[in-house]
Every structure is written in structure tokens, then in C-alpha cells.
């Protein structure tokens, strides 16, 4: 009988026990997940080549760039698969290789978030620069890489599942307002952050080997890649890193196996000629030496 009263007296502790460590799950749980929205909300980058600094809080003047002039290079790049890196198969892509190269030349590099999404179009990014997100990386950046249009254009590869190939007139359908868009975007993204080094990475036809759609191809790539030149021309601290001829007489060497993105290779050629465009845009700026 006095051993059953016991355990009797002793259930409320037990029950207390588990009702606070109850809360306490709770409260933590509660903490890991606002934790996980101020990443998603205020990014803190990729930090493989960060020098140790950390990303500075979001400033309270939203209209101005966040950059510290330490002669630091703070590379962020938007746009489609290519700029994710799709297809490489070291997963670099071409922002990191960019940048270790520009790192093994003495230049202090942090490369930011990469904000490349796949299957991303003109008037998609359009709306993405809006976001809070977006545009906290791109005012932290001084050398933003752009990439976008070849989505617009063969969109993203599906072109050679037709039953008929495409013309060059039906490529050239989606140029007068793709342009309009791309015009667009470059002037937000320079309204977001004035002072940044801006790169759009010109197209490459990556059909140039299939005989239906090397002359077509050729010809929309060619006349987009003159648009954007056009539009970059007109504006300070912009520039078209040229892929075109990189890819045209490489393509089984250059291309990942789904005959779209670059591989591994292709995506360090594209990086050599990103360091080369930014040294001889910038040559003084951001280097050690």
C-alpha cells in the first residue's frame, strides 16, 4: 500500500518533468526555424572563398549599395542554369572558377550567393529583382555577373524536340521584346547598385553541330548577342563577356552531355574570359599586388 501511494506522489513530478522539457522542444524548435527564414530572407552568400569577414547587416538606407571599399572583389551572379552552374561536373560553375582565378592573380575575392535558378527567363528575373533577398546580395556585390536569354531563345534546349526544327525566323520572334526585357533588367540591377562592375555573359549556339539548326541558330545568337552589345555600349561600368567563339568550334569538347549546358571545361573558358573582361575593365582595383 505506502509503495503504491509512492509512485502515486511522485506522477506530478513526472509530469512536470515531461511538460518542461515539452516547452523546451518547442522553444527550440521555434528558434531553428526563424533561424532558417533569416537565411532565406537576408542570405549570408557562399563562403568558399570568403577571406573570414562576414556578411555586413542589411543597411538601413535600402536605395544604397552595402559595400565596404576595402578593394575587395565581391562577385555575385544572377540569371539562368548557366549561371548556377548546370552541367559542370566539379559543381563550380563558372562564378567560383571566376573567381579562384582571379584569387590565384592576387586578388582579394568573396563570392556571394549565386542566385542562378534553372529555366530562368527575362521576364522572370524582371520580377526576381524585387525580391529582399535579390537585391541584399546584388547592393553587397561589386562585380555582379548577369546570365540570361538562352532560356527565351531555344528554350532551355527543348528546341530539338520539335517534330519540325526552327527557322531562323521563328528563332527571331522572341528578340524585340527578350531585348526590351534584358534592357530592363540591366537597369534595375544598376538602379540596385549604381557602383558595381556589371558582365552579361553573351550567348553561345550550342547547336552548332546539329546541320538543321547550325545556320538558324547561329544567325538568332549572333543578332542577340549585337542587341545586348547595343544596349551595354550606351551604359557606364557594363560589359559583354563574349562566349560565341569559345564554344563554336568546341562543342563536343566544351558542351556537358545534355548538349545545352557546358561542362567542366566549358564553364573555365567562360571563367577565364569573366577574369580577363574584369582585369581589363578594372585592372587596378581589388588586386593585392
Not at 555586413?56 to 549599395?65: F, I, R, T
Not at 584569387?103 to 529583382?129: C, F, H, I, P, S
Not at 519540325?164 to 526590351?180: F, R, V
Not at 550567348?203 to 549585337?226: H, I, R, T
Request: glycine content about 10%; charged content about 25%.
Amino acid at each position: 500500500m505506502k509503495k503504491q501511494k509512492k509512485v502515486l506522489d511522485s506522477a506530478p513530478w513526472i509530469w512536470r518533468i515531461v511538460g518542461t522539457l515539452s516547452i523546451l522542444a518547442t522553444l527550440l524548435l521555434i528558434f531553428g526555424f526563424g533561424y532558417a527564414i533569416k537565411d532565406v530572407i537576408y542570405p549570408e552568400g557562399d563562403t568558399s572563398l570568403n577571406s573570414g569577414d562576414k556578411t555586413p547587416a542589411l543597411s538601413d538606407k535600402q536605395d544604397e549599395p552595402a559595400v565596404v571599399e576595402d578593394g575587395k572583389i565581391r562577385m555575385a551572379v544572377i540569371g539562368d542554369s548557366l549561371a548556377r552552374g548546370t552541367g559542370d561536373d566539379q559543381g563550380l560553375g563558372f562564378v567560383r572558377r571566376a573567381g579562384n582565378i582571379l584569387k590565384d592573380e592576387g586578388y582579394d575575392v568573396q563570392v556571394l550567393n549565386n542566385l542562378g535558378v534553372n529555366g530562368l527567363r527575362t521576364d522572370a528575373l524582371l520580377t526576381k529583382l524585387d525580391e529582399q533577398g535579390v537585391r541584399y546580395v546584388l547592393k553587397q556585390s561589386n562585380f555582379i555577373l548577369i546570365s540570361i536569354g538562352a532560356n527565351d531563345l531555344f528554350q532551355g534546349g527543348q528546341v530539338l524536340q520539335g517534330e519540325n526544327p526552327p527557322t531562323a525566323e521563328s528563332l527571331s520572334a522572341a528578340l524585340p521584346e527578350t531585348s526590351k526585357r534584358l534592357q530592363a533588367i540591366l537597369k534595375k540591377v544598376k538602379e540596385i547598385n549604381p557602383t558595381a562592375q556589371i558582365a552579361y555573359l553573351g550567348l553561345y549556339n550550342p547547336f552548332g553541330d546539329v546541320k538543321e539548326l547550325e545556320e538558324p541558330g547561329n544567325a538568332v545568337v549572333s543578332a542577340w548577342n549585337d542587341a545586348a552589345s547595343a544596349i551595354l555600349d550606351n551604359e557606364d561600368n557594363m560589359t559583354l563577356v563574349p562566349t560565341f567563339d569559345l564554344f563554336e568550334n568546341h562543342l563536343g569538347e566544351y558542351l556537358s552531355s545534355d548538349h545545352f549546358h557546358p561542362n567542366g571545361q566549358g564553364y573555365e573558358q567562360i571563367a577565364v574570359r569573366i577574369a580577363q573582361e574584369y582585369q581589363a575593365e578594372t585592372p587596378a582595383e581589388g588586386s593585392a599586388k
